[in-house]
DNA sequence: GCCGTTTTCGGCCCGACTGTTTTCAGTCG
């Protein structure tokens, strides 16, 4: 991604964010945060727009946005925005982010009190003096000042490995009891987010007291932020937040929709709903135009909800608002890949490398897992900190891959690396042990901080290289941790697609990269993809579906994911790529 | 600031919970 495009987009959810805190119209702040969401799913670059006459066509982007974003162009400033943060302290975005303290109790702290800092903040809440300001009270401040602990001890969201797990574990601690109806998981874990911020989880129950209370007692839980009739939310340790709503059950499939999101999609839908003369809640599908008339549509199920509207069910994951609306309403709903389709797993490492479990130990937990074939990736011999193989050790591995092929009924482990992308985008093996593998799958796994041009030429000569197969974590971020290396990611797509390298989707609940946001680009090149759980232990597998949710959130589909091939399409694949890339290569050479 | 086959002005999704209040504003999702 492009910093012009990336740059633009933080300016004006900048924007909308101090004009929130600085008290302007909340429709004109929605309109800059609308518009920085739009303009993320736009192709290209900010130039580019302006050149092609896009934004005068863009939903959502007027004659005022279209101004900015020139502006933005031609200087690479806002003037609008150094004047917001010459009015507007920098502390007042953390204060307004604060649970609980929003952007009036932000004003009203920085206006009446000059409290522009945290620390300011968390002084005037010790000490009492706090309770001057109307609306201020004790338990307002003791909630700041836990909520100021809570920003310190946690981050914001939280990776996939904790949600799905204690997602889990509640569910299965309340689905047993007596008198619950139908309980499920919604919110960004539904949709399959790469980090989730909280849980949500909706259910029926005739008698919702002893669920709730069953709920806000949950073990681990830390604090209990609400405990109602009909909402509570706890906080877990580890500071994990999770809401459940308990609904009637006529009310299960819109309270289901709605807390499953996203906002975008939510309100994209409500709006069609009233365009349709229907009011849309998380109680129902109503009738509105009759004020008499206050019964809901019934709605058995999401599909019921959707089909009342003109619309096609939308699986969770497109729910975005990114043209999954329209696609709905021309029947037009990508067939999407499901995790049973899965039948070979790539990208697996073991202790012949920096893997935990042995060959054998990864392929038959992968073979009772139910998968037809394994292509073992460990690292390459620049890999010194991972133990990455030498040739002899190459040598010693394929002698072992050899020896048990021949006792696996129905199974086969294909000889596979993932090797280094040295700093001039060479691999890491001579061309004559490259060519003997079955699979290359190429990584970045140092060098990182290099300037983008010379991080994409890199990357791209790799991907030119004829034994390369697979473009490994193809942004080398660390979902809350560390940030994407610097590249130019639509070069290196269409230098993928050009070369027919397979784009992988590393399914690691910390990579999860390819980002889905690129994926339906990335298919649009011609790409590929791979769904590799990048496996360092046979407890690794089981992040496969976390990849292919990244994978449905992309709208692909079973075809655009090579290793739902059968085997032996796999292998005939795997040669057929292989002779028409000497082909070309001789042909090269030739011209 | 955006938008329009009811509209170029006047809307802009809507409801639960909390804390502070005697009827509601702010926050959140």
């Known amino acids: 991604m492009s910093a012009t495009k990336q740059g633009l987009i933080a300016a004006l959810k900048q924007c909308a964010v101090l004009m929130e805190v600085s008290g302007e119209n909340p429709f004109r702040c929605r309109a800059y945060e609308q518009g920085a969401r739009v303009i993320e799913g736009l192709e290209g670059e900010p130039a580019d727009w302006i050149e092609q006459g896009l934004l005068a066509k863009t939903k959502g982007i007027g004659k005022g946005l279209g101004e900015k974003i020139e502006e933005w162009v031609e200087s690479g400033r806002l003037e609008m925005l150094e004047e917001l943060q010459r009015k507007v302290p920098a502390g007042l975005l953390e204060i307004e982010n604060i649970p609980g303290v929003g952007p009036k109790k932000t004003?009203?702290?920085?206006?009446?009190?000059?409290?522009?800092?945290?620390?300011?903040?968390?002084?005037?809440?010790?000490?009492?003096?706090?309770?001057?300001?109307?609306?201020?009270?004790?338990?307002?401040?003791?909630?700041?000042?836990?909520?100021?602990?809570?920003?310190?001890?946690?981050?914001?969201?939280?990776?996939?490995?904790?949600?799905?797990?204690?997602?889990?574990?509640?569910?299965?601690?309340?689905?047993?009891?007596?008198?619950?109806?139908r309980i499920e998981l919604a919110g960004s874990l539904r949709r399959s987010r790469e980090t989730v911020k909280d849980l949500d989880i909706v259910a029926t129950s005739t008698d919702p007291k002893p669920v709730m209370r069953a709920f806000v007692e949950t073990p681990g839980v830390e604090s209990v932020i609400a405990h109602g009739e009909t909402k509570s939310s706890i906080l877990l340790e580890g500071g994990l937040a999770v809401d459940l709503r308990v609904v009637e059950a006529d009310q299960f499939a819109a309270a289901l929709n709605y807390f499953t999101g996203s906002k975008q999609h939510n309100t994209a839908l409500r709006a069609r709903a009233k365009r349709m003369g229907y009011k849309l809640n998380e109680y129902g599908l109503f009738p509105d135009t009759d004020k008499s008339n206050l019964k809901p549509l019934p709605t058995p199920d999401e599909a019921a909800l959707y089909a009342h509207l003109g619309l096609a069910c939308i699986p969770p994951e497109l729910r975005e608002d990114m043209g999954e609306i329209e696609a709905a309403e021309q029947d037009n709903l990508p067939e999407l890949l499901t995790s049973a389709q899965m039948i070979g797993v790539l990208h697996c490492h073991t202790n012949y490398s920096d893997g935990r479990n042995t060959l054998i130990e990864m392929a038959t937990a992968c073979h009772e897992a139910g998968y037809k074939y394994l292509g073992v990736c460990d690292h390459s011999q620049t890999a010194a900190y991972a133990g990455g193989l030498k040739p002899e050790d190459v040598a010693r591995q394929w002698d072992e891959i050899d020896r048990l092929n021949t006792k696996f009924k129905g199974f086969r482990i294909l000889k596979g690396i993932e090797s280094d992308i040295l700093a001039d985008g060479s691999l890491d093996y001579e061309d004559d042990l490259l060519e003997g593998f079955d699979l290359v799958v190429v990584s970045i796994h140092g060098g990182m901080n290099m300037g983008e041009g010379e991080m994409t030429d890199r990357i791209c000569r790799a991907l030119e290289h004829p034994a390369t197969t697979i473009l490994g974590h193809p942004t080398g971020r660390l979902l809350l941790r560390r940030e994407p290396y610097a590249v130019d990611l639509e070069r290196v797509l269409e230098t993928a697609a050009k070369h027919r390298v397979v784009v992988e989707i590393n399914a690691n609940p910390w990579r999860l990269d390819l980002d889905w946001r690129w994926i339906r680009r990335a298919r649009a090149m011609g790409c590929r993809f791979a769904i590799n759980p990048d496996a360092h232990d046979t407890a690794g597998l089981k992040h496969i579906p976390l990849g292919v949710g990244i994978a449905r959130k992309g709208w692909l589909g079973p075809k655009d994911v090579i290793n739902t091939k059968p085997l032996n399409a796999f292998k005939s694949w795997l040669d057929k790529r292989k002779t028409s890339k000497r082909i070309e290569e001789a042909a090269a050479h030739e011209s």
């Open 107 to 181: 004003k009203l702290l920085w206006g009446e009190m000059g409290i522009d800092t945290l620390e300011k903040l968390e002084a005037a809440a010790g000490d009492g003096s706090l309770a001057e300001l109307p609306g201020f009270a004790k338990r307002t401040a003791e909630k700041i000042l836990a909520g100021i602990e809570q920003r310190r001890r946690y981050s914001e969201r939280h990776s996939l490995e904790l949600a799905t797990l204690a997602a889990k574990a509640i569910l299965e601690r309340l689905r047993p009891l007596p008198r619950i109806g």
